[in-house]
């Protein structure tokens, strides 16, 4: 083959090189996605709010079923209270604990009441409390907000340790504002010397 067939050759080759090219790489875009962040937020906490009221719902069931003449008596009192934004319930199936005088340690005796309220808490897992603090009348006010708050604090680190999540419960103190028994003796001070437990309804 002579010289200028072979620079024929190879200048064909050539050309047939440049027009087959690299092979195209295959660009996949993401799509961009249809619901923003403040439309996912909302729907999720559509969802927990629905998950709440089932449980809530479950939970006058069970309450229910406890009475005697087995009537739908409202044993979770709907109720609006100083302080609580919406609205809170009271149940029975949470026991409140009592404290000696000037004191907010939780004692041995108090434990399995405790233990009672963190298991039905775990049964429910959406549903939020509010402890409330309270002291009797004896102490100035300012004292007994402050006694009561501590009241409230030591009965939520209590069920913080059977593993009751920390956004799940919320203290409050009334000092002696709310006495359970309005009396002016020992029976009725031990009785409002107590750390009493709502549900928060949000």
Known sequence: MGKKSLSV???ILCFGFVLMGCPKKTVVKEEPSMKGTDELAAERAAREKEAREKELSRIKEEEAKKTRTGELEKSLVAKKEPGVEGVVFESTMLKDIYFDFDKYD???EDTPILKENAALLKKYPNVKIQIEGHCDERGTNEYNLALGERRANST???LLSLGISPDRISTI?????KPLDSGHDESAWGKNRRAHTIILSK
Do not use: A, L, Q, T
């Open 9 to 11: 050759v190879v200048i």
């Open 106 to 108: 939780v004692g041995p």
């Open 156 to 158: 939520k680190n209590y």
């Open 173 to 177: 103190s009334y000092g002696e504002e």
